[in-house]
Structures are given as C-alpha cells and as structure tokens.
C-alpha cells in the first residue's frame, strides 16, 4: 500500500501554564515510514505527540494533516485516520481485554450502525499479533504490567488508522517483547503502509527500527534524518549531554551507540581526549 497522508507541525509553539516546553518547532512526518522521536527528559517528545493528536493545543502555530489543522477536525473524522497510543494509558475499572480492544473501533461506528463481522476481525486479528489472545476474557486491571501494554497496543491496532502515534510502546515490556512489539510495528509498516511515529527511550532500538529519526533537545529540533545522520557522537553529546562511541550493529547495520560512563574511561578514544581537552 502507498501511504498518501500527510502530517506536518509549522511553527508549533506548545506549553502548560506559564511554562514553554515546544518552540516554533517545524517537522514533517514521512508518509509511509517509521519515525521515532528521541531526547532527554522533558525535552517535550510527549508534549509534541499529544498536540499532533489534538489532545494539546498550540499555543501558536498548526498542526495539519492532509492540509487541514487537526484541531478544527471532528474528532471522529479524525480518528479514522489517526490513532494514539498515549502514554501510561487507564482503563475503565473493571473492563475486560476484548471489550477495550474492542473500543478501537468506535471511530468507525455510526450512531445507528452495528457492529460487523469485520469489526470481529479487526479484534481478532489485533489481539492474535499483540499475542493476547489468550487474555481477551480477563479484566484489565488484573493483568501485568507487560500484559497491560499490548493489550493497549492492541487497541490501537484494531482502530486500523493509515497513521499511527505510540507514546513509549515498549514501556514496562521485557526485552523479548520490546522487540516483538517493534517487528510488529514494522509489519503493520511493510504491509499495510501504516505511517508510524513512535516515541522511544531506547536510542539503538530507535536507530534500528526507524527510517527516520528526530532528536529533540530543549523543545527544539536538533537532528533530524535517517539514523545514520542523527545518531552521532556529537548529537548524543549534545542531546543528552553523555560520551560515547558510535559503531555500526553487527545485526542491522544501523549505527549502535556504546556510552561511556565515568568508570570505564581508563583508555578514552583519541576523539574523546581532544573534544574534552576544548571543553
């Protein structure tokens, strides 16, 4: 499938109270592909994906998609092409696994229209690829924390939009199903041309699943481009204020970043001597 939605931020400036957290910020989602936005705490990652779902708004600048602002959009017009999965997401108490899911639906519901076999489907086949099939007749809150997030992730994926947004997916998962979440993600991509925007902690998960990275730093764009322009010494060095080396994954080719901490600096790269002798 070819992605033809557009989403792009222009001169966003977003905040809470008195505080500023994103400024005049300027970024364009490839269609089709799979963006991860990274940086430091409070850098505004989550600041800027709640206000491209319109559950923030700016307090100047748009958001657009297809050209159109999306916080002038119905909010059900809307959903249909969009989803979030936000972050630390909280059920209804009591909810069972399928009827949450289930609610990944209700964008395409009408007010008189029923619910179809395909509806079924979406849910079926979003609890199988999430693995949580088996859960489907248990209460929400009964589950682990593991457990809990796929069931969200599950929910996002029933709601079948051409654009997906995940606040911190791999959240409280282990390593295992971090990345049985991401190679999902990125079939959801590959087949179906689901354009992804995720926001991850994890740098080398970002660089190795992601066509497209966007380091924020200070609610600012600092880098953006594939992982190989962004994922940097200098970036790192500049985003989160750490040492490293950068090598290419034996596994994906893609760049790997090695920190270096305080205690493992007995024989520092001739690099690393030269940039903290002009500090």
Same mark, same amino acid.
Request: charged share 20%.
């Given at each position: 499938?070819t992605a033809? #939605?557009?989403l792009v931020?222009?001169g966003?400036t977003?905040g809470?109270?008195? &505080?500023t957290?994103i400024?005049?910020l300027d970024?364009?989602v490839?269609p089709g592909?799979?963006?991860?936005i990274?940086?430091?705490n409070?850098c505004?990652?989550?600041t800027?994906l709640r206000s491209?779902?319109?559950?923030l708004?700016?307090?100047?600048g748009?958001?657009l998609?297809d050209?159109n602002a999306v #916080?002038r =959009?119905p909010a059900?017009?809307l959903?249909?092409?969009?989803? =979030?999965?936000?972050q630390?997401?909280i059920a209804?108490?009591?909810?069972?696994?399928?009827? =949450?899911?289930?609610?990944? &639906? #209700?964008?395409h519901?009408? /007010? +008189?229209?029923?619910?179809?076999?395909?509806?079924?489907?979406a849910?079926a086949?979003? %609890?199988?690829?999430?693995q949580?099939?088996?859960?489907?007749?248990?209460?929400v809150d009964e589950?682990?924390?593991?457990?809990r997030?796929?069931?969200?992730?599950a929910?996002? %994926?029933?709601?079948?939009t051409?654009?997906l947004l995940?606040?911190e997916?791999?959240? +409280?998962?282990?390593?295992?199903?971090?990345?049985e /979440?991401l190679? %999902? =993600?990125t079939?959801l991509? &590959?087949?179906?041309g689901?354009?992804? /925007?995720?926001?991850?902690?994890?740098?080398?998960?970002?660089?190795?699943?992601?066509d497209h990275l /966007?380091?924020?730093?200070?609610g600012r764009?600092h880098a953006v481009?594939?992982?190989?322009?962004?994922?940097t010494?200098d970036?790192v060095?500049?985003v989160f204020g750490?040492?490293?080396?950068v090598i290419?994954d034996p596994?994906?080719?893609k760049?790997?970043m090695?920190p270096?901490?305080r #205690?493992?600096?007995s024989s520092p790269?001739?690099?690393?001597?030269s &940039?903290?002798s002009d500090?």
């Amino acid at each position: 499938m070819t992605a033809t #939605h557009h989403l792009v931020a222009e001169g966003l400036t977003l905040g809470y109270g008195d &505080r500023t957290v994103i400024e005049d910020l300027d970024l364009l989602v490839p269609p089709g592909r799979i963006s991860a936005i990274v940086g430091a705490n409070a850098c505004g990652k989550s600041t800027l994906l709640r206000s491209m779902t319109r559950l923030l708004a700016p307090r100047d600048g748009q958001v657009l998609l297809d050209g159109n602002a999306v #916080h002038r =959009l119905p909010a059900k017009e809307l959903a249909r092409t969009l989803g =979030l999965l936000p972050q630390s997401p909280i059920a209804p108490e009591g909810i069972t696994v399928a009827h =949450l899911v289930g609610r990944g &639906r #209700h964008p395409h519901q009408g /007010v +008189f229209t029923r619910w179809k076999r395909e509806d079924d489907a979406a849910v079926a086949a979003a %609890l199988e690829a999430t693995q949580t099939t088996g859960l489907a007749e248990r209460a929400v809150d009964e589950l682990s924390g593991g457990q809990r997030q796929r069931v969200w992730i599950a929910m996002a %994926l029933a709601q079948q939009t051409d654009l997906l947004l995940l606040d911190e997916p791999t959240t +409280f998962l282990d390593v295992s199903h971090q990345i049985e /979440v991401l190679d %999902l =993600l990125t079939d959801l991509n &590959r087949t179906r041309g689901t354009t992804i /925007v995720m926001v991850l902690h994890d740098l080398n998960m970002a660089a190795r699943y992601a066509d497209h990275l /966007v380091a924020l730093a200070s609610g600012r764009v600092h880098a953006v481009g594939t992982p190989a322009e962004v994922l940097t010494v200098d970036t790192v060095q500049a985003v989160f204020g750490l040492d490293c080396q950068v090598i290419p994954d034996p596994t994906s080719g893609k760049p790997l970043m090695l920190p270096i901490g305080r #205690h493992h600096m007995s024989s520092p790269t001739p690099d690393l001597v030269s &940039r903290r002798s002009d500090a």
